[in-house]
């Protein structure tokens, strides 16, 4: 799920559904929807499966008061998951594809989409999806 965020900066909350929370980071610039394009994510603490979905507004003086509201949602199949790396085959209604997260400092991460070598969007049949 991507949630787009009206908080002190626009920015976009990617989130995973892992290990019973929704991992999350906060991308300034939005997801990217082409290959190649590399964004910048800042992994932040995870919230809970119930965040699932929610658009509103967060009241002033709460952490990320703003306006939320969902920008894509769909499925996922986790290919690879390592301590500073995951790829993923995402099946949104605007995200869709081969996307990885590279940790390259501390809670600094780079989202980018890649190339799709057979130019399909077959997910392998052999993985777990997930929302």
């Known amino acids: 799920m991507v949630q787009e965020h009206h908080a002190t900066r626009l920015h976009w909350d990617f989130r995973l559904e892992l290990d019973g929370v929704l991992k999350s980071w906060a991308v300034p610039k939005g997801p990217p929807t082409e290959p190649g394009v590399k964004r910048l994510a800042v992994q932040v603490e995870d919230h809970p499966l119930s965040y699932w979905g929610f658009e509103g507004t967060i ?29 993923v085959l995402l099946k949104g ?7 990885r997260l590279i940790n390259f400092k501390e809670r600094n991460w780079l989202i980018y989409k890649v190339e799709s070598i057979t130019g399909s969007t077959e997910y392998s049949s052999g993985s777990k999806s997930r929302r």
């Open 93 to 99: 209604k605007k995200l869709k594809g081969d996307y």
């Open 59 to 87: 009241p002033e003086g709460e952490y990320g008061a703003g306006t939320v509201k969902v920008w894509d949602k769909g499925t996922y199949v986790l290919e690879l998951r390592e301590p500073r790396k995951y790829h």
